[in-house]
């Protein structure tokens, strides 16, 4: 699977943006996705991360009730709504996809797109 993250840009904190993950390659559906991010000097951390049905999904703390991971398999691609922006936000957004299922860590993933930057200013 190849993944193609976009939809970073500069907004101001409160602001929203919305990053799509579009996949080609492979049957996208029989994948869980999931998005990471990782800031200037900080480790590679989970965002949130969504089942091949989409039925399933999970989000890390600092983002729960602000953010909102979707798929659209029809059209192989993925997104992740991000509302109330913060400045502590601002990171290289990655999308990625799992084989088996979903998973809260990088290891479990199987493919990775090239990243996204998203900056949020104060």
């Known amino acids: 699977v190849q993944l193609q993250a976009s939809g970073g840009g500069l907004v101001q904190a409160g602001g929203s943006l919305r990053l799509s993950c579009a996949a080609s390659?492979?049957?996208?559906?029989?994948?869980?996705m999931g998005w990471f991010r990782q800031a200037p000097g900080k480790e590679r951390e989970f965002v949130s991360t969504i089942s091949w049905t989409g039925g399933d999904t999970y989000y890390a703390f600092s983002v729960k009730g602000r953010f909102t991971i979707s798929r659209d398999n029809a059209k192989n691609t993925g997104y992740l709504q991000m509302n109330s922006l913060k400045p502590e936000d601002t990171a290289v957004y990655y999308c990625?996809?799992?084989?088996?299922?979903?998973?809260?860590?990088?290891?479990?993933?199987?493919?990775w797109g090239q990243g996204t930057q998203v900056t949020v200013s104060s």
């Open positions: 390659g492979r049957t996208f559906s029989n994948y869980a």
């Open positions: 990625a996809a799992a084989k088996d299922r979903v998973s809260r860590t990088a290891q479990g993933y199987d493919y």
